[in-house]
């Protein structure tokens, strides 16, 4: 039987249609402009992850930490016995429909089992992970149990006496807070990171103890030095913080930027052996030991013999072999460089405030949680005003009856219908129906005189009480002094030692400096007009010390060296290559040399203008532009945390690039135009920029169609009467080279 062919799709597609027509529908392709599918399609969604998942609010958690911590104290998981995690995860979902897994994942990284917060959330049993291993995967829910830390009391303290707003879960058939009434600033103690739609959120952690007194120390003095209180962050996997106090200072201010940290580790001379027991909270143990075993085939790391990860149950711990006869110091110093063994953590604190997202700094996020905190204290302070009185007024009521106990009891008595008692005790004693119905409801044991006075008692003590609730509600002072009792308990009992240990002596290690795994030995290098680098040894050039050049170039620049050196190179097209001497073969002087275009792989028609070897990256790069401006650039802004090859808008591209000189320290220098005149001036007046494509200011007054033609260090020049060419102030006109000090060289 032959099988039926089938129909292709495009007739499938009429046919559908046809059908469509014969039933009498109307088949249409409705076009929509690409800004109303932005509008009603991907807006509603990206705003949905950005208020709804991924960034934290000020209590310092996300939607999701906040409907699993919720969950777990509506099981009465704080101060109780463990359940199993799958329990707490199936509950959780009531209010979270997002999926067992993502559920799980949430509390594995708020459990202290897994290690990647100061102040753990979950008190987890069982295999949960670890926050410094990429590889080590957790056990199933089914396997582990948790149940609320110790901490949690500060997150839910007054919950129920309406310190916070609650709102519907998904389905409208619960109630969850909106917020936590954290009693500390958890939003800086609290390590968190998000990515968003079009923003991200990465706030790293604090010493809790430093939070809690920076913030007292806010509300006592507005302009109080945060550094002074809040040292620097600190990482839940401790490793040495590298302290730049200029860095920190703008972190705080601005609320972005990045800061190093380093590992800790000792050195067990008996075995030969470096061991590594915290490493920075960006990276992971597996990620060091991949780089390592590389950069060890590569050759670049010929001390160490092996690497090993003997982290157990007692902590992290990686194991380096080394050879006999190497400085572990300087290995360390090494690995630093080339491996995450020191590794930046970047700063975004991005947060949730009223529903709209803000970077803050310190200062200003901390004022904002002061506010909010002041703002949930307020709340439980008027739901006591609140209880006091309705108690106050039914003892009043109370006291009323105390004058005639009799009286009471023979109008209830004499009431015939049950409805009445109220009605009529409201008329015998004067009092309301909320006062009637509580003295109706007394037992009869309780109308004795005794308890009645005893009861009363409590009236001038309410009054009392509520008078002080008042008086504080008003006075945000009072509201503060408060804040700032139950910042210092939750000091006092949950604070503990900084983990990340800081560093501030680190300018004086040589941390940039360390070779790159090539052999160290001095050259000579010579750069020709046209761009060819050789690097000769000092035997080689005793031996014959002729430059060959190709015909119609020439010398240019010359240094001396060492194979390990860093070579910068700047291009006609704003660009900046980057390389290292040990790159490079050795020559001889009478070959012609490496072409860097070539060689560093520059873009078709790309000329060198200048090189140097930056060391270290001191000092200030002068650029002279044939517009008459000069650019001072701070050599640091070359400097790169990663090998990067290639740094593109090096310089200003509003005008041709005449000179490049570098500055170790201020001195004279002298510029001057295609028309002759020269001026001369301290190069302090220049100001540095830390910007690569700074236009620079005028040094030159240029008339039409003359441009600044030359720029050297006084020195370096003929000039013999300085005085004749020193301006105090740039842009200046100049004046002509005249007599000897129109030398040419």
């Not at 310092?60 to 704080?78: A, D, I, N, V, W």
């Not at 000579?524 to 170039?553: N, V, W």
Request: hydrophobic share 40%; glycine share 6%.
């Amino acid at each position: 039987m032959a099988s039926k062919k089938k129909k292709p799709a495009a007739e499938t597609a009429r046919v559908s249609a046809a059908d469509l027509h014969v039933k009498g529908l109307k088949s249409e392709v409705q076009e929509q402009p690409i800004t109303d599918t932005l509008k009603y399609n991907y807006m509603p969604y990206a705003m949905s992850v950005i208020v709804s998942r991924a960034i934290p609010e000020i209590d310092g958690f996300k939607p999701s930490h906040r409907k699993l911590l919720y969950t777990m104290y509506q099981m009465h998981l704080l101060g109780g016995a463990r359940t199993k995690s799958a329990n707490i995860v199936g509950a959780t979902m009531k209010l979270n429909p997002h999926g067992d897994a993502a559920i799980y994942d949430t509390m594995v990284r708020l459990s202290k089992g897994y290690g990647a917060l100061l102040h753990p959330f979950v008190d987890s049993k069982g295999n949960f992970g670890k926050v410094y291993s990429r590889d080590m995967a957790w056990a199933a829910s089914r396997y582990t149990e948790a149940r609320l830390d110790g901490i949690c009391v500060e997150m839910f303290r007054d919950i129920d006496q309406d310190t916070v707003d609650f709102v519907d879960n998904y389905d409208g058939k619960l109630k969850e807070p909106s917020l936590l009434p954290t009693t500390f600033p958890n939003i800086l103690v609290s390590a968190n990171k998000g990515i968003a739609v079009g923003m991200a959120s990465d706030i790293c952690g604090f010493n809790l103890s430093e939070v809690c007194d920076t913030t007292i120390s806010l509300m006592e003095n507005p302009y109080h030095d945060i550094l002074s209180t809040l040292l620097a962050p600190d990482l839940p996997t401790g490793g040495e913080l590298l302290y730049d106090e200029k860095t920190l200072r703008g972190i705080y201010e601005t609320g972005r930027g990045t800061f190093k940290v380093r590992a800790k580790w000792r050195y067990i001379p008996k075995q030969n052996v470096i061991e590594v027991y915290e490493i920075p909270y960006s990276t992971t143990t597996e990620a060091i030991v991949d780089k390592v075993v590389e950069l060890v085939k590569l050759g670049k790391l010929k001390e160490i013999s092996d690497i090993r990860d003997e982290t157990d149950l007692s902590g992290l711990k990686l194991a380096i072999d080394l050879k006999r006869g190497n400085d572990p110091e300087k290995i360390m110093q090494k690995l630093f460089k080339l491996t995450p063994l020191m590794d930046s953590q970047s700063c975004n604190f991005n947060v949730l405030i009223n529903g709209q997202p803000r970077v803050m700094g310190v200062r200003e996020l901390l004022n904002e949680w002061v506010a909010w905190r002041m703002g949930c204290v307020r709340r439980r302070l008027n739901w006591s005003i609140t209880r006091k009185s309705e108690k106050l007024h039914l003892l009043q009521g109370l006291e009323k009856i105390l004058l005639n106990i009799n009286k009471a009891i023979k109008i209830i008595r004499e009431t015939e219908k049950d409805a009445d008692v109220v009605p009529n005790l409201m008329a015998g004693f004067k009092i309301d129906e909320v006062q009637a119905e509580f003295v109706a409801n007394m037992r009869l044991r309780d109308i004795n005189k005794e308890h009645i006075l005893k009861r009363t008692k409590e009236i001038a003590i309410l009054e009392k009480e509520i008078h002080s609730l008042e008086t504080t509600v008003k006075s945000p002072k009072r509201i503060q002094n408060l804040i700032a009792k139950e910042l210092r308990e939750v000091k006092e009992k949950y604070g503990a030692p900084r983990r990340t240990e800081i560093v501030k002596d680190h300018q004086d290690e040589v941390v940039d400096d360390v070779d790159n795994g090539a052999p160290s030995y001095q050259v000579h290098l010579f750069l020709s007009q046209e761009g060819y680098l050789k690097k000769i040894t000092p035997q080689s050039l005793r031996m014959a010390s002729e430059q060959k050049y190709k015909d119609g170039d020439g010398p240019g620049q010359q240094w001396e060296a060492d194979n390990q050196d860093e070579l910068m190179v700047f291009t006609d097209k704003q660009q900046c290559y980057k390389t290292f001497l040990s790159e490079f073969d050795d020559t001889k002087a009478s070959a012609l040399g490496d072409y860097l275009p070539t060689k560093l792989g520059m873009d078709a028609d790309e000329k060198v203008l200048w090189a140097c070897l930056p060391g270290n990256y001191a000092g200030d790069l002068v650029f002279f532009f044939e517009n008459g401006k000069a650019a001072r650039v701070a050599l640091s802004a070359y400097q790169t945390q990663t090998r990067r090859k290639k740094l593109i808008g090096a310089f200003s591209d509003k005008s041709p690039l005449v000179k490049v000189l570098w500055l170790k320290e201020n001195q004279d220098l002298a510029v001057g135009a295609s028309s002759g005149k020269t001026v001369l001036f301290d190069s302090s007046l220049l100001a540095a920029k830390s910007s690569r494509a700074a236009q620079g200011v005028g040094v030159l007054t240029l008339k039409k169609g003359q441009t600044l033609a030359w720029a050297a260090p006084v020195e370096e020049t003929h000039i013999k009467r300085i005085a004749r060419y020193r301006v105090r102030n740039i842009p200046a006109v100049g004046v002509n080279l005249i007599g000897v000090d129109a030398a040419e060289d």
